[in-house]
């Protein structure tokens, strides 16, 4: 009987992070594109490690991992794992969190932009030969000297306040567990009272985890507060904004525009009212779909699982759970 280490990916990652398991002779694998629970009841039941993109991976299917020690999240959110099970039955959940932090900030940044400079307005007036109209477009948005709040001052909270910066804007951030002094030593100056803040806020970005706290966080009465010049980005996960609230705020102009890349359901239901509200610019949870990160991601997601089982996985790397 082969000795080898069983890994299961659950949703195939770039081809570099499968050439790690390939050249390992510690190792076999087998990766699994497609999510059928019933399948993967079988297949989970003698591996001893799986990576795992944004699928679920509930309790029932966990506890039949009898072998199973460790879970490799390929991106840093682990939301989709029950970790009530995973840390009943000892199994450590790894994220990649040196691989994606760049690239979400320079979406936030594509976003942010998008929406200030009028998405693809003016693409759209030289293509169909309007040129000579461009007097009676609608005029754009700088970002110089604007005042953007991020909320979470994590790994992309830090990529994202350099870039900013580099525009020149103030930046304020929201994250009760940073201190000032960190905050300060970025560039940015940290603010505790929400509400008094979002007065003169023009554009908010999102870059916090999802739990009972965040949920709702931004909502109607947050954004009835609002500039009514402001842009949210919302890069972090559905549901932090509250949807429908989203969208009475735009609708009633109590904000400028808001991006998205994440929903509340994904995909987002069809009868979704943002799907057709030209306020809003979106992307399919695409944030970290960089060809650069997509590589790095798929490299750290396998490497994780073999430095653990080298007994080498830094900490940084590890869910606390
Ligand atoms: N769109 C995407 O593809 C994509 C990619 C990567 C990460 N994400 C999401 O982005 C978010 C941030 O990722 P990260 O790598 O920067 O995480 P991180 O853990 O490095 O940073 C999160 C920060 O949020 C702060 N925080 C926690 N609770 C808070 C609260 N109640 N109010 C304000 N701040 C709070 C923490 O102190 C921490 O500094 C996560 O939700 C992650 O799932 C999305």
Redesign the pocket.
Known sequence: MSDKKKILVIQNIHEEGINLLKKNTDYKYEIIENIDYEILKKKIVDCDGLSIRTAKLPADIIDLGKKLKIISRH?????NIDLNSSKKNNITIS?T?TA??V??AE?VMFMLLSISKGKSMYDENVKSGKFNERNKLPKTIEMWKKNILI????????KLIKRCLGFEMNVFI?????DENTIASFGGKKIEDLKSTVKYIDAIS??????D??KN?INLDLMKQMKKNCIIIN???GG?INENDLNEALNKNYIYGAGL??FEDEPPKSDNPLLKNDKVFLSP?????TKECMERMGKETIQNIIDFFDKKLEKSKIVKN
Request: aromatic fraction near 14%.
């Open positions: 991106g840093v959110g682990y939301d994220i969190a994606n932090a690239a979400v979406h909320f979470g001052f994590g790994r992309i909270g830090q929201y994250d009760p567990f940073v999102i870059h916090m985890p999802l739990n706290e965040t966080m890069a972090a996960r932090i890349d994440v949870h695409t944030a970290a779909f």
